[in-house]
């Protein structure tokens, strides 16, 4: 699959907030709130094992992504619809189509 240079650099910037989540913010429950970087620069843990953990939340990201957008499907084909049309959403205007959406779900 052909990756596009804008995707290419959302991947890029999406792995290294992901990075910082797992070895500054404390979002591994197996290593809490340590700086994990201080540990790799002193060969304390293993590069290979933060490279796992840094996959797996955006395996886990990923999917819960995915099941959002899918469940949420009319809503994300209005507003796909409506930017195909006008470019520009304001928040109000997704929260006026949100609010038709349930609505008409009801």
Not at 9 to 37: E, M, P
Not at 38 to 65: A, M, T
Not at 76 to 88: F, H, N, P
Request: hydrophobic share 35%.
């Amino acid at each position: 699959s052909d990756v596009t240079t804008g995707a290419s650099s959302d991947i890029t910037q999406a792995t290294n907030i992901l990075k910082q989540y797992v070895s500054k913010f404390g979002f591994d429950n197996a290593t809490g709130l340590i700086d994990t970087d201080v540990l790799l620069k002193s060969n304390i843990i293993d590069p290979d094992g933060l490279e796992n953990k840094i996959s797996e939340l955006s395996r886990k990201l990923y999917e819960q992504c995915r099941d959002t957008l899918s469940a949420n499907y009319k809503m994300v084909e209005l507003v796909a619809q409506r930017l195909l049309s006008d470019e520009t959403i304001s928040g109000s205007d997704i929260e006026d189509m949100l609010h038709t959406v349930e609505k008409v779900s009801v």
